[in-house]
């Protein structure tokens, strides 16, 4: 599955798709703590000019925490669509222009070409969130002061990241079965937003893969309660969806001669 991996891992670089995930989340991250430091206080300024400045901190919770917590929440909704729509095309397009038909030419097998997808890209999702996470945290930290330690922020990183990754699991098997792109990535964002919202609904949020983020907010020092069973339960929803998606491509008809 090696070739496979460098395989994905150049045609990324190709596509640009490595680089607008790897920026995006870099841009947030410094985005956010320049808006609660310079862009938030300005406006409450001039609509309230009679507040002090700590009157106005207050407004909006204007500390490394609230900065780390508010990054959060934005890639919760701006990271899902990005990824959605950035990544879109790494099964559905291949299906879609019959360029899936040259590895297997090759003899190569489904399992290692999905696996090598699901792997690189995979790979990429978790260290953007953990290298976002970071540097948001330190630059939220250098602007306000440091309100918790470093060894949370990785725990949140990687949660970031395990979520990052059950939604590209989401494009792998929307991909397989629509074999168009743009179809691919809005049935991603209904899957995933509809889970957090039917979660939200029934009181079982923290158990689904959506439950990652908010645990990932818990900057506390020790694991949230429950934490191992919504890991084991969004890594088995990967594996289940990663399946589908295998199952689905070996069921279509490809002209290998």
């Known amino acids: 599955m090696m070739q496979e991996m460098k395989k994905e891992f150049k045609q990324g670089l190709r596509s640009g798709r490595l680089l607008i995930v790897m920026v995006s989340f870099l841009f947030f991250a410094v985005l956010t703590p320049v808006m609660f430091k310079v862009v938030l206080p300005t406006l409450l300024k001039s609509q309230f000019p009679e507040m002090g400045e700590q009157e106005l901190a207050q407004m909006f919770n204007a500390s490394q925490l609230g900065v780390v917590q508010s ?19 790494v099964i559905a397009q291949e299906i879609k222009d019959n360029t899936l038909v040259f590895p297997l030419c090759a003899d190569k097998r489904l399992g290692n070409i999905v696996g090598g997808k699901l792997a690189v890209y995979g790979l990429v999702l978790v260290a953007a969130s953990l290298v976002g996470l970071l540097v948001d945290y330190l630059y939220a930290g250098l602007l306000y002061s440091f309100d918790f330690g470093v060894g949370v922020v990785i725990r949140g990183g990687l949660l970031q990241g395990l979520y990052m990754v059950f939604v590209l699991a989401n494009l792998l098997l929307w991909g397989s079965l629509l074999k168009k792109p743009i ?5 991603t964002l209904a ?14 949020k ?8 908010n645990q990932a907010m818990a900057f506390e020092g020790a694991a949230p309660s429950g934490l191992a069973l919504t890991i084991g339960i969004t890594l088995a ?21």
Do not use: H, Q
């Open 191 to 204: 899957t995933t937003f509809g889970l957090n919202f039917i979660g939200g609904l029934l009181d079982i």
């Open 183 to 187: 179809p691919a990535g809005f049935f």
């Open 71 to 89: 990054y959060l929440n934005d890639i919760f909704e701006m990271g899902t669509l990005i990824v959605s729509f950035t990544l879109c095309g």
């Open 237 to 257: 929803m990967i594996a289940g969806m990663t399946v589908a998606a295998l199952i689905r491509l070996n069921s279509l008809e490809w002209n290998t001669r």
């Open 206 to 213: 923290d158990k689904l893969p959506s439950g990652l983020l």
